[in-house]
């Protein structure tokens, strides 16, 4: 499988600084018994929810080693990174406690559970990669081979439970981070099935408990890595946080009903029954689709197409952005996309007038939508020359009225279909406004003024058809007026 997926593409955005090159001590020994070469990175990136630290390892072993050669040096090889690891994780604590040591008295219980939260917050992989070389690729003290070289000669091995109960015992109980490895080929297999970076996070919390319980009860809990990604996905529990959000929505009374889509998918997984496959395959095209779309729309912040742009006034604002769209689970890619294909299927004089949906992430409470449908009709007053240059102002009208204490950004997608000849496009206009937290007092307020509103003018013909959303939807407006509210459709 090649190197690149999805995936690695929307966690670049997340990387800590360049990956840094670093000496693993044990593996000179390694190297010279199995006249080898090795080239270790290490890699961090911070995502939302918690610290991913990636150490890449490639060993290098001559072209015509015998597979017990292999099995043997693989194995010296892992020893000598889990010895270099434990070393590395006592350096860092005696460093954390340091710091403690010295901090005021007053801030000591405070920097114990950040410290606490840090290492409930932070996943540490090992990549193993296994490369054949010859002679006549030598450069140095490293082989030099070219992507394409490299995957010819790259060994597909894997790392299933029973070599960690057998070939290398190790014990993960009293570990405060224990160090999860991974083949190349099981970490190119789960980036390019999980997609987003918040399943890649929970998938590892899920693949360390499985191990520990192997190691613990000393059976299975399963065989390969692949498998347990596929245990994984058609588990109801992969909804599990999707429902904590659909429930906190409807209590604030930012939606009136659980999402039908969501309860479906997650009693198809339940049940184990024919449609979750098809869940699954919708969920991983929306994932793919979400991932190009969001490149797009930063392209064209970047390049400067929309004329509000200035907000993102360095490449940090850039990925600060994207990491805001690619923070989105399968399924909340799902329902976004969702949105957007309904649009084919809208009445001609919506299409005309033009329309918005509020979509609220199903990752992040504090993350809202609103897709801005452009109408049709270029001289109307939700036309994209109308709506466009206020989306600012949109977004900060939005910010104002939702009722969610957790609120911390307001997304606007600015849509409009292109037909040209036989095939549609689509365009879309971003822009992504910052909430500061409310305060008890604010909420309290806003809330009285919602309610006030709501008697006054009542949104009418709400309906519950998940095929024919827009009919009970507010037009959009430069201003809007009514209290941002989502029906389930």
Not at 67 to 89: G, N
Not at 297 to 323: H, I, P, T
Not at 437 to 448: F, G, I, N, P, S
Request: glycine share 4%; hydrophobic share 35%.
């Amino acid at each position: 499988m090649a190197d690149f997926t999805d995936l690695t593409e929307d966690l670049a955005c997340y990387l800590q600084g360049a990956a840094a090159g670093v000496s693993v001590g044990d593996m000179q020994a390694v190297t010279r018994q199995y006249n080898a070469y090795y080239d270790a990175r290490q890699s961090c990136y911070q995502l939302p929810l918690g610290r991913l630290q990636r150490l890449d390892l490639t060993l290098y072993l001559p072209r015509h080693s015998r597979a017990k050669t292999i099995k043997s040096a693989r194995t010296a090889t892992l020893k000598a990174v889990l010895a270099w690891y434990k070393t590395s994780c006592v350096a860092d604590s005696n460093d954390n406690q340091y710091k403690h040591d010295r901090s005021d008295n007053g801030q000591s219980d405070d920097q114990s559970n950040n410290q606490n939260h840090d290492k409930k917050s932070r996943r540490d992989v090992l990549i193993f990669d296994i490369v054949f070389f010859d002679e006549t690729e030598m450069s140095a003290d490293i082989p030099t081979l070219s992507p394409k070289q490299r995957l010819a000669n790259r060994l597909t091995h894997y790392f299933d439970t029973a070599y960690f109960m057998e070939d290398l015992v190790i014990d993960m109980s009293g570990e405060p981070r224990p160090l999860q490895i991974f083949s190349h080929a099981d970490w190119q297999r789960l980036s390019s099935t999980l997609q987003t970076p918040c399943e890649l996070w929970r998938f590892l919390r899920h693949h360390l408990q499985q191990l520990q319980q192997s190691l613990s009860d000393q059976h299975a809990h399963f065989e390969r890595v692949a498998d347990l990604v596929t245990q994984f996905l058609y588990s109801p529990s992969v909804f599990t946080h999707a429902i904590t959000i659909d429930n906190a929505l409807i209590k604030v009374g930012v939606q009136d009903a659980p999402n039908a889509a969501l309860i479906a998918m997650t009693l198809a997984h339940k049940n184990q029954s024919a449609t979750a496959q098809m869940y699954q395959q919708h969920m991983a095209q929306a994932a793919t689709l979400w991932s190009q779309l969001s490149g797009q729309m930063m392209a064209m912040c970047r390049d400067g197409r929309l004329k509000n742009s200035a907000q993102m006034s360095s490449e940090v604002d850039f990925l600060y952005w994207q990491q805001q769209l690619l923070d989105e689970s399968l399924f909340s890619r799902h329902e976004l996309v969702r949105t957007l294909y309904r649009y084919p299927k809208q009445p001609d004089n919506l299409k005309s007038a033009g329309y918005v949906v509020h979509q609220h992430s199903y990752e992040s409470l504090g993350r809202h939508y609103v897709l801005i449908f452009y109408g049709q009709n270029q001289e109307g007053q939700h036309s994209k020359q109308a709506i466009q240059p206020n989306l600012a102002k949109i977004a900060q009208d939005v910010a104002t009225r939702l009722p969610i204490a957790a609120l911390h950004h307001v997304i606007i997608l600015g849509v409009e279909f292109i037909n040209e000849g036989q095939e549609t496009f689509i365009d879309i206009d971003l822009w992504i406004q910052p909430v500061a937290t409310m305060t008890q007092r604010e909420r309290q307020l806003t809330k009285q003024l919602q309610q006030l509103q709501q008697q006054k003018a009542p949104v009418a013909g709400t309906s519950a058809d998940n095929d024919r959303p827009a009919e009970a939807l507010p037009q959009v407006c430069l201003n809007l007026t009514i209290p941002a509210r989502k029906s389930n459709k």
